[in-house]
Structures are given as structure tokens and as C-alpha cells.
């Protein structure tokens, strides 16, 4: 009798924390918590007003993260009373949150693919999106080299372990570009992408765990953005050079159904703007309006 | 309708009033509803196309020889570990015990970046067996051991709570006779902790089958090696619903069925 009794109660606690545990697993909100630097951390209060009166919501591609974490500093205090929202996640994430009825006033993508998709789904109108940035890809390495990698033909060599990001998210598709442009050099050989693509031991849902993989040493070698190799100074990079590497466009657009659209477009003129585009630069994005 | 009439059938002839229902309603519907439209939504997709694609059926055999390793390990460590904490007392049990619960109540993310501190290639223990040239991270092992961190403790809890509820006259009795330790569990205590045993086994099972987040950080994402099912709903959904709708569907019908063992198991005997 006590052992049916205690079996259903360990029976309902299991179901209870299966799902609990499966939320923080795979569901978007729990992606948003554990890829993002918190919110909180800028919602700092404005020292001109106490009381904000207006909040902004950005959905932001991961690769942008330090760099929008910067620029909305710098937007709320040039905009006082207003407090920005991040959310950042791989673009199509972004994208899916957005079908599904996420209400913000901002996307920015790192690719045209997911603009062009929500365009087709009404979320953003088709005039009112722009460039702002541009990125490329490179070679991290963690501290150390322990794959002893010293340039990129090193990639190519049997058991070296390299991860990127999965080939849904944006970068995970340069990756794969970059390593078939590479194969074009004579100095690396026709089968450059097929010998380095056998190395690879994880395709990351979202770039900035390639980072995190990486800088663990976890991984020999890492491909990510120019802007995440910025972000984290103590990984060695070896660069890509120009005519084998992409260029990625970082457009940004006002959601159709922004709530705040004034206000949005500020901030996206914030972005374009001077000091938008200063802190771009300082976190390794090519800016699209020199500063 | 008066609730009376829905619930005539209590022997108590004590019904429940819509204090009652109506909360309980409400949280049905929350876990009830989203259930219902997964399985709606994928009505209209051509399942079959999905459900044999190779990246499904890669996952599907990863998560299913995975997920028995996982148990098997799960079941010969976890018994004689339940078995001790359930049948002797001593110094240092309290510990144990708060250690096994632990993974239970961990966020499965916490369990994978403690298994890469321990066993990461710079981690306490792994970079003493990189020494020797083994590295575990990214591999099928390391999704075995994210799955018997998370799922093990749902086993040896379903184990300890079926030996304890043994009664002990009957180990008396036996030991009188002559039998040693062993005997007595062999013997005994396994064929009466048997039911308590399966149920924990198929608790362990599930668990193990739906384990993300340790995996994610642990063993990482790769077709055929580390991407087990949940992983590939994950990758899947951010390629297009289709896979991920389809995939989702396996592991809840699976989940159905399992509980619905578990719960026979239950009620009868």
C-alpha cells in the first residue's frame, strides 16, 4: 500500500520536473535566458528621469549582442525615459518568435534571407528596412592553440577538432561558404571543404556558442564573425583573408506592428548615426555610414 | 450541469465544488491545449515524408541506443545505491542521498556545464585523460553521460522507495536461515522490488530520451553522433516546422506510452 502510494507521488514529482526541465531546454523564452546578457543589466535608471515612461523592444541577432548592449546604452542616455529591451537569439529564431505573435519594435537580422522571409510575412514592410553593418568571418583559436593550428590549412588536418554553427543559422551558412571558397586557393586543395568538414564535431545552435565551446578549449578551432573574435580578446584569430571571405549584412527594419514607432525610429537612426556607427566599429563590424 | 451529476460515481458520494474544478480546469487546459495543437498542426504536414527523412531516422536510432545505455548503466549502478541507502544507516548517508536527488531539481543546462568543468578537455578530470589522449566532449559517451547525470536519480528515487518499504522480518527470517547479503537481496528484496525497479526504469528512460540541455553543452550537435531527437526538434524548428513538428510527435507518443505504463504498473497488483 505505501509503496503504491509513494510511487504515484514520485511518479507526479517526475512528471512535474520532466517538464520542468524540458522548458529550460528547448523552449524560446529559456534560449532567450541563456544566450543573452541580462536585461536588467541595461535597464539601468536613467539619471534625467527616474520614472521611464516608454520601453523599446529590439530582437537582435546573438552576433550583436555586445555591440546593441552599447548602443542601447548610448540611446537611453541620449533618449531619457526610455528603457531598451533586448532580446538576441539566432536570426531564424528571431523570426519564428515574430510569426508566432512576439510583439517588438525592432528586428535586426545577420542576414537578408530572414528580412526578405518576414517582408513576405507582412512583419516588416518592404521599404523600411537599411544596412547598418557589415561583418565577416574568421578562425578562432582557443587560448593556447592546443590543435597547434598556425594557418588555415591546419583546419584540414585529421582529428583536429572544429566546431561552427549549425547551417540554419546565418552563421553557420558563411561558415560553410567560407570553407568552400577556401578550397578554390591552390594552396589548400579541391578538397579542402570535404577534409575539414570531417573535423567538425558540433554544429552550435547559435555562433556565440562556438564562441563559448572555443574559448573552453573544448574545441581546436572555431569559425564565427570578425565581431565575436572583438568580443572575446583572449581567443587567437587567424584571419580570412578578403577574396575567400563573405560579407554579412546586418540589415535592421521597425516591425509593422510596432507599438512605439516614433521611438523606433529613433533608434534606428541612432544606429545609423555617428556614434550608432562608432561603437559598431568598436565592436569589429565594417559600419555602412563612415563615421 | 451541476457538478454532482460529472462526479456521481465517488463512492464517498462527495463531490468537488467549482472551487474546485474550475482552477483545476485552467491549469488543464494550459498543459492540455498546447498538447492538442501540436498534434492538430501536424495533421496537415506529410508526416511520413519527415518522419523518414535521414536526419530523423539518425536521431530517432541515437536517442533509442542512447537513451537503453543510459538506463542499463542507470540500473546496475542506481540499484545497489538505492539499495544501500534504503537498508543501512550510517554516517554521511544524508549527503548521499542530497547528492542523488540533486540532479532531479538541477536545471539540465547547470548539469552540462558541471560535466564540462569535470570532464572537459581543460576540465578537473579531463584534462588528466587528454593526457592520455582521450577526450570525451562531442562524442556518443558524452551524451550517454549527460543522460545518466539527468535520468539516473529518477531510478535509484523509484528504487530506494521499493526497498524500504520491504518488511524487514522477511530479511530476518532469511538471515536466520543462513543467507548472506547478497542472498537476501538476490532473492528477496530484488523479486519484491521489482515493480518499483520497472517503474523506475521507465521514469529513467523517459527522462534520459528527453534530455536537452546537458547534451547541448556537453556533447554538442552532430547528425548520426550527438544530435539525439530533442536536439534535432530544437536545430529543426529553426530550419522549418515540418521535422520539428514530426519529431515532437514520436517522443510524445512515446512519453504517453511509457506513463501509461508506468501507471498500470501501478495500479494493478
Request: glycine share 6%.
Amino acid at each position: 500500500m505505501t509503496i503504491n502510494k509513494s510511487l504515484v507521488l514520485l511518479a507526479l514529482q517526475i512528471v512535474f520536473f520532466v517538464n520542468a526541465c524540458e522548458a529550460t531546454g528547448t523552449s524560446l523564452v529559456a534560449k532567450q535566458g541563456t544566450n543573452v546578457v541580462p536585461t536588467a543589466v541595461i535597464q539601468r535608471d536613467n539619471p534625467t528621469n527616474i520614472n521611464p515612461t516608454q520601453t523599446l523592444n529590439v530582437f537582435a541577432a546573438a552576433s550583436l549582442t555586445d555591440a546593441f548592449m552599447t548602443i542601447g546604452i548610448g540611446f537611453e542616455a541620449t533618449h531619457p525615459g526610455v528603457k531598451v529591451n533586448f532580446n538576441f537569439a539566432g536570426s531564424q529564431i528571431l523570426r519564428t518568435q515574430l510569426e508566432q505573435g512576439a510583439v517588438a519594435d525592432i528586428v535586426a537580422f545577420a542576414d537578408q534571407k530572414n528580412m526578405d522571409a518576414s517582408i513576405a510575412d507582412n512583419l516588416v514592410a518592404a521599404d523600411e528596412y537599411q544596412d547598418f553593418a557589415t561583418n565577416s568571418m574568421t578562425i578562432i583559436l582557443p587560448p593556447g592553440n592546443p590543435g597547434t593550428v598556425s594557418n588555415i590549412k591546419d583546419l584540414a588536418r585529421p582529428g583536429l577538432k572544429l566546431v561552427v554553427a549549425d547551417a540554419s543559422v546565418p552563421a553557420g551558412e558563411y561558415a560553410r561558404q567560407v570553407l568552400t571558397n577556401l578550397s578554390k586557393d591552390p594552396a589548400n586543395g579541391p578538397d579542402f571543404n570535404s577534409k575539414v568538414m570531417a573535423n567538425l564535431v558540433s554544429n552550435e545552435t547559435d555562433v556565440r556558442q562556438v564562441v563559448t565551446k572555443v574559448e573552453l578549449g573544448e574545441a581546436d578551432a572555431g569559425i564565427v564573425y570578425a565581431s565575436d573574435a572583438i568580443a572575446a580578446q583572449e581567443l587567437i584569430t587567424i584571419p580570412i583573408p578578403d577574396q575567400f571571405n563573405v560579407v554579412a549584412h546586418y540589415p535592421i527594419a521597425i516591425l509593422s506592428h510596432s507599438p512605439n514607432r516614433n521611438l523606433a525610429s529613433a533608434f534606428v537612426e541612432y544606429v545609423a548615426s555617428p556614434s550608432g556607427q562608432a561603437i559598431m566599429s568598436e565592436w569589429g563590424f565594417t559600419p555602412v555610414h563612415k563615421p | 450541469m451541476k457538478p454532482h451529476r460529472l462526479f456521481a460515481r465517488n463512492r464517498n458520494h462527495d463531490m468537488p465544488g467549482w472551487e474546485f474544478i474550475l482552477p483545476s480546469l485552467a491549469l488543464m487546459s494550459l498543459i492540455g491545449l498546447p498538447i492538442l495543437a501540436l498534434v492538430w498542426r501536424s495533421v496537415n504536414i506529410d508526416i511520413l515524408s519527415f518522419a523518414i527523412s535521414e536526419s530523423a531516422v539518425n536521431a530517432l536510432k541515437l536517442s533509442l541506443i542512447t537513451s537503453t545505455i543510459s538506463v542499463l548503466i542507470s540500473l546496475i549502478t542506481g540499484t545497489p545505491l538505492a539499495y544501500i541507502q534504503a537498508h543501512w544507516k550510517f554516517r554521511g548517508r544524508a549527503f548521499i542521498d542530497l547528492l542523488v536527488d540533486l540532479p532531479v531539481v538541477l536545471p539540465p543546462s547547470v548539469a552540462g556545464i558541471a560535466l564540462l568543468m569535470a570532464f572537459g578537455r581543460q576540465g578537473t578530470i579531463g584534462a588528466w585523460l587528454d593526457s592520455f589522449g582521450i577526450s570525451i566532449p562531442f562524442t556518443t559517451t558524452a551524451v550517454v553521460m549527460a543522460q545518466v547525470f539527468v535520468s539516473a536519480p529518477f531510478l535509484v528515487r523509484s528504487a530506494r522507495i521499493g526497498f524500504a518499504a520491504i518488511d524487514l522480518q522477511l530479511e530476518e527470517a532469511a538471515k536466520v536461515e543462513g543467507a548472506s547479503n547478497w542472498h537476501v537481496f538476490r532473492h528477496i528484496m530484488l523479486p519484491l522490488a521489482a515493480r518499483a525497479l520497472v517503474t523506475g526504469v521507465i521514469l529513467c528512460w523517459t527522462r534520459a530520451l528527453g534530455e536537452f540541455g546537458a547534451t547541448l553543452l556537453f556533447a554538442g550537435n552532430l547528425e548520426g553522433k550527438t544530435q539525439t531527437m530533442p536536439l534535432a526538434i530544437y536545430v529543426g524548428f529553426e530550419q522549418g516546422l515540418g521535422i520539428a513538428l514530426v519529431l515532437s510527435l514520436i517522443l510524445l507518443a512515446v512519453s504517453l506510452i511509457l506513463l501509461t505504463l508506468v501507471r498500470s504498473l501501478e495500479s494493478h497488483g
